[in-house]
T-cell receptor, first 115, second 114 residues
Framework: SAVISQKPSRDICQRGTSLTIQCQVDSQVTMMFWYRQQPGQSLTLIAT?????????ESGFVIDKFPISRPNLTFSTLTVSNMSPEDSSIYLC????????????FGPGTRLTVT | AQSVTQLGSHVSVSEGALVLLRCNYS??????LFWYVQYPNQGLQLLLK??????LVKGINGFEAEFKKSETSFHLTKPSAHMSDAAEYFC????????????FGTGTKLQVIP
């Protein structure tokens, strides 16, 4: 398994500002993922972050809006830039570990409210 | 392409009653299938997974699911609901043959009535 922490756990931000969310894993992992979970909806993959390479973004998500860093095998950040109320959501970090193909471990999430 | 459909966004059962949460999948390759649970204000936790071995998969907290290829289903069951089972449940699918994107269903919120 993997223990994942995220900071901050929640935040209230003004429109036009940016917020950086941190994801820390207790062991080295190859693949890390960032998801968005809008109120009452399922998870939508934003991007896949592999150490040493550019993040791979899903359709509808762009690097200018959601820049991601992955400086090592246990840490990643997601920045939500130039925020609008539509960015209010829960942002979840997850990792893929070991032999468990597709078996992802999730952080507790960051609840973001943009006013 | 792959997808999952969860029938029923809300399910209510009495404590002690059978829990049945429905999931149907679509995949162009033999799938890996998962059920995750999300308690309020928490991240997702893996309940169980199907990876082409036994079709009846047992998970944590007394849950199990049966893979039925002919019905393209992977329904989640528990014989007797407990109050602590109240949560949101997500079915997910991943195509086999190397890592591919995991697609999540829209979730089913389970309410357990005392």
């Amino acid at each position: 398994s993997a223990v994942i922490s995220q900071k901050p756990s929640r935040d209230i931000c003004q429109r036009g500002t940016s917020l950086t969310i941190q994801c820390q894993v207790d062991s080295q992992v190859t693949m890390m993922f960032w998801y968005r979970q809008q109120p009452g909806q399922s998870l939508t993959l934003i991007a896949t972050a592999n150490q040493g390479s550019e993040a791979t973004y899903e359709s509808g998500f762009v690097i200018d809006k959601f820049p991601i860093s992955r400086p090592n095998l246990t840490f990643s950040t997601l920045t939500v830039s130039n925020m609008s109320p539509e960015d209010s959501s829960i942002y979840l970090c997850s990792v893929l570990k070991g032999q468990g193909r597709g078996e992802q471990y999730f952080g507790p999430g960051t609840r973001l409210t943009v006013t | 392409a792959q997808s999952v459909t969860q029938l029923g966004s809300h399910v209510s059962v009495s404590e002690g009653a059978l829990v049945l949460l429905r999931c149907n999948y679509s995949s162009s390759v033999p799938p890996y299938l998962f059920w995750y649970v999300q308690y309020p204000n928490q991240g997702l936790q893996l309940l169980l997974k199907y990876t082409s071995a036994a079709t009846l998969v047992k998970g944590i907290n007394g849950f199990e699911a049966e893979f039925k290829k002919s019905e393209t289903s992977f329904h989640l069951t528990k014989p007797s609901a407990h109050m602590s089972d109240a949560a949101e449940y997500f079915c997910a699918v991943e195509g086999s043959g190397g890592y591919q994107k995991v697609t999540f269903g829209t979730g089913t919120k389970l309410q357990v009535i005392p």
